[in-house]
């Protein structure tokens, strides 16, 4: 039986450089919050300290856009150097808004499958006027690094869920979803459980990951500095194959 | 500076029945649990036990097909009788699956504007086989009454949430999203503030409202009878214009 589910932000993390260690920094902030990571506690890390520990850094300055880089450029009103760095990123364009290219609006696959404006590719929260990030090359492989790193240090599992803030169609806003997790499956499987009345449940399966990703989003805001949110109580499978298991089939995808 | 939410589950709350009072029946599962609601608390509510009590129920021996009806129920494999009831809440069909009619995927646009699968027509959790609930009719309605009903026996000021659970081009497995709300903006604006590193953030505008609905979902097991969850310590924006807010403009929609 479910208790209660504590989301607990965590403070003071500095700025990420480039090879830092990210363990070592999530712990002392963790310390100067007096707090303690616990067995079955999920990390929740936003995709930004990742991608910067990781060097996924790129400076438009040293960027030479494409022809196509610049034909795009003008369809979506965008920088070409910005657009040529999105190319770089992208394994298919899934939509683009061409009646109103003041918008911008760039909707991309990234090479990790997941869909999304711009490829991932941002430019806030980064020091320097022309210094972009780009999403982790394998979100997967960053969030095992990462509890693996904990369990060294440590000596207790935890599960790690990497984060991207993302639009949706239909819907205004945006919300955080699981691009990367380890050491928890990130859907949850009901089909063959009866419900309350004893009927059996169909086709329910629930993106657990991606509703733990927009649970922390809620403590990740936007001006304040809290990359990292930790979710303790929630009682959830291990194992699986990663955020992955997110994305689905494009065959048996109406959307694509 | 936020400090860590709580989400809490309630448990205990009866099968509700038509015109029901939702009020008395949560207030009686909150005391069985020693729980007491707190001023700026966010109760959030699973849409199916708001239809119940507002009698949004169908009795499918009771519906005769129309000829369109029949057609359709070949297309997607549904029956008709489902397919009539699903007509009856649909402005206008988004996709179906005519490539694959046992899959039986039906999305269309609600009469309240929310885009889900069946027009959120569920047999899942209703007494009787061949009985179906419906969306309630304006959920914002109803999350305002239910808010009424709060501030009128306790005195204090509740926002409330109302959820269904959905699934999203691209990605697999489901969510829960809010299509009803009071009390609470359900967008976040963080436009014009600025970032950790002092530039201004631009195109931030969170879909708060999805994301409590989300964090509030992992304790709303399907298998479970917890239909409530109680969302404490987030710090929201009061006032707001329902998750009408949330359905984003057609004519800003590139789904669409």
């Given at each position: 039986?479910?208790?209660?589910?504590?989301?607990?932000?965590?403070?003071?993390?500095?700025?990420?450089?480039?090879?830092?260690?990210l363990v070592?920094?999530?712990?002392?902030?963790?310390?100067?919050?007096?707090?303690?990571?616990?067995?079955?506690?999920?990390?929740?890390?936003?995709q930004k300290?990742?991608?910067?520990?990781?060097?996924?850094?790129?400076?438009?300055?040293?960027?030479?856009?494409?022809?196509?880089?610049?034909?795009?450029?003008?369809?979506?009103?965008?920088?070409?150097?910005?657009?040529?760095?999105?190319?770089?990123?992208?394994?298919?364009?899934?939509?683009?808004?061409?009646?109103?290219?003041?918008?911008?609006?760039?909707?991309?696959?990234?090479?990790?499958?997941?869909?999304?404006?711009?490829?991932?590719?941002?430019?806030?929260?980064?020091?320097?006027?022309?210094?972009?990030?780009?999403?982790?090359?394998?979100?997967?492989?960053?969030?095992?690094?990462?509890?693996?790193?904990?369990?060294?240090?440590?000596?207790?599992?935890?599960?790690?869920?990497?984060?991207?803030?993302?639009?949706?169609?239909?819907?205004?806003?945006?919300?955080?979803?699981?691009?990367?997790?380890?050491?928890?499956?990130?859907?949850?499987?009901?089909?063959?459980?009866?419900?309350?009345?004893?009927?059996?449940?169909?086709?329910?399966?629930?993106?657990?990951?991606?509703?733990?990703?927009s649970a922390?989003?809620?403590?990740?805001?936007?001006?304040?500095?809290?990359?990292?949110?930790?979710?303790?109580?929630?009682?959830?499978?291990?194992?699986?194959?990663?955020?992955?298991?997110?994305?689905?089939?494009?065959?048996?995808?109406?959307?694509?």
């Open positions: 039986m479910a208790q209660s589910i504590s989301l607990i932000p965590v403070r003071g993390i500095p700025e990420i450089k480039p090879n830092d260690n070592e920094a999530i712990q002392n902030a963790l310390s100067q919050n007096s707090l303690t990571l616990e067995e079955a506690d999920i990390l929740v890390c936003a300290i990742i991608s910067k520990a990781e060097n996924r850094i790129v400076d438009l300055n040293k960027v030479q856009p494409s022809p196509y880089a610049h034909t795009l450029s003008k369809e979506v009103s965008k920088d070409p150097r910005l657009i040529e760095v999105i190319l770089s990123e992208t394994t298919k364009i899934i939509k683009m808004d061409q009646r109103k290219p003041e918008k911008g609006r760039l909707i991309v696959e990234t090479r990790g499958g997941v869909i999304s404006a711009n490829a991932g590719v941002d430019a806030s929260n980064v020091s320097g006027g022309d210094m972009v990030t780009l999403l982790p090359i394998d979100s997967d492989e960053s969030a095992d690094k990462l509890a693996q790193g904990f369990k060294d240090r440590l000596g207790i599992d935890v599960a790690i869920i990497i984060t991207d803030t993302v639009g949706r169609p239909w819907r205004d806003g945006l919300v955080d979803i699981a691009i990367g997790c380890s050491g928890i499956k990130a859907l949850k499987d009901y089909r063959g459980e009866s419900d309350s009345k004893g009927f059996e449940l169909n086709a329910t399966v629930m993106a657990v990951a991606d509703e733990i990703a922390a989003g809620l403590l990740m805001e936007k001006a304040d500095s809290v990359p990292v949110v930790i979710v303790r109580g929630y009682e959830y499978e291990t194992g699986g194959n990663g955020a992955k298991e997110l994305i689905r089939n494009p065959e048996d995808d109406l959307f694509r």
